[in-house]
């Protein structure tokens, strides 16, 4: 969790404050698994078209991997785009 979403939990009582740290871990294991089912879905319908054997076929692994690197690549680009955007953005004080 970053600084200031701690910052914003000073004035609760350390009950509460538990209680929102396993809140917020659960929201983000639950985006995680979101971003991981959207990938393997995403990757596994654009990529692979045979069923005819219990591997993929090169050519179909080789757009996986393709696939599964661009999309990490760009989530990565978004989270760094919306952490500088977070940066400039006005405090609320």
């Known amino acids: 969790m970053d600084a200031n979403m701690m910052a914003g939990l000073d ?16 929201l983000q294991l639950r985006d995680s698994l979101r971003m991981y089912n959207s990938l393997v879905e995403r990757c596994f319908v654009d990529c692979v078209d045979s069923f005819t054997r219990k591997s993929l ?4 692994e080789t757009c996986v991997m393709r696939c599964a690197e661009k999309f990490l690549k760009h989530t990565m680009r978004v989270g760094m785009r919306f952490a500088e955007l977070n940066q400039n953005a006005p405090t609320q004080d």
């Open 57 to 60: 076929h090169k050519q179909e």
């Open 11 to 26: 004035g609760l009582p350390e009950e509460d404050k538990a209680q929102m740290n396993s809140m917020i871990e659960q």
